[in-house]
């Protein structure tokens, strides 16, 4: 299995704005981000569908993130707008859902080795 592969992250000042990209995963229905800061568990970000339709994020990052797919290139990006030095955290890509799961949820089975934001204020 091609393990999922995440680029982008960097050191910005607040108010900037970041774009994560992914690629590696296969045939899943289910595609998204997640956030870790040391010491808490790891928090999803965003979600969507392969198949294309809804969206969901995190109430802390609606407005000011994006989660999108390009299908041709079959990458995952994550545009970060308005960063803040609370989105700090090393942000990893997901995909497929765990037995049971929910994408919505963001109950993503697999993820990558994760890529660091910095947010200065």
């Known amino acids: 299995q091609v393990p999922l592969v995440e680029s982008g992250g960097g050191s910005v000042q607040a108010g900037g704005s970041l774009r994560l990209s992914c690629t590696g995963f296969?045939?899943?229905?289910?595609l998204g981000w997640s956030l870790q800061v040391p010491g808490n568990a790891r928090e999803g970000v965003a979600a969507?569908?392969?198949?294309?339709?809804?969206?969901y994020y995190d109430a802390s990052v609606k407005g000011r993130f994006t989660v999108a797919l390009d299908k041709a290139k079959n990458t995952l990006y994550l545009e970060m707008n308005n960063l803040k030095p609370e989105d700090t955290a090393m942000y990893f890509c997901?995909?497929?859902?765990?037995?049971?799961?929910?994408?919505?949820?963001?109950?993503?089975?697999?993820w990558g080795q994760g890529t660091q934001v910095t947010v200065s204020s």
């Open positions: 296969g045939d899943t229905h289910c």
């Open positions: 969507l569908y392969h198949r294309g339709g809804y969206e």
């Open positions: 997901a995909a497929g859902t765990v037995e049971g799961g929910y994408c919505y949820n963001y109950q993503f089975a697999s």
